[in-house]
């Protein structure tokens, strides 16, 4: 059974920073990739980046803009996203998903490519 659990949310002022994590179980699989997403209130689900488990190639989407930064520790099975410049509209619940990598679109990081999700964490920043 596939599960993902984020942790690290939490409130920052503008301009910080915050990396979260992505703890990844029970793929079947070594092919697979792992996305980092957002979903502000009342708006849909926006794609950040994604990972393969492959070779480590990382994606991201053009609205990131440079600002945030996706790693993975694969003795740990974890995956990072280290959130920069953080801004009032980055407030959001992050998730992270995964799914094999013949599902997934990696340059197009669109969330219905992946099929498994974790339950996201909490980003808020404000002053």
């Known amino acids: 059974q596939v599960q993902l659990v984020e942790s690290g949310g939490g409130l920052v002022q503008p301009g910080g920073s915050l990396t979260l994590s992505c703890a990844v179980s029970?793929?079947?699989?070594?092919?697979?990739?792992i996305g980092w997403f957002r979903q502000a209130p009342g708006k849909e689900r926006e794609g950040i980046s994604c990972?393969?488990?492959?070779?480590?190639?990382?994606h991201y989407a053009d609205s990131n803009k440079g600002r945030h930064t996706m790693s993975r520790d694969n003795t740990k099975n974890v995956v990072y996203l280290q959130l920069n410049s953080l801004k009032p509209e980055d407030t959001a619940v992050y998730y992270c998903?995964?799914?094999?990598?013949?599902?997934?679109?990696?340059?197009?990081?669109?969330?219905?490519?992946?099929?498994?999700w974790g339950r996201g964490t909490q980003v808020t920043v404000s002053s």
């Open positions: 998903a995964a799914d094999t990598l013949e599902r997934v679109n990696m340059k197009r990081i669109a969330a219905p490519d992946f099929g498994f």
């Open positions: 029970g793929f079947a699989t070594d092919y697979y990739a």
């Open positions: 990972v393969s488990s492959v070779d480590g190639s990382t």
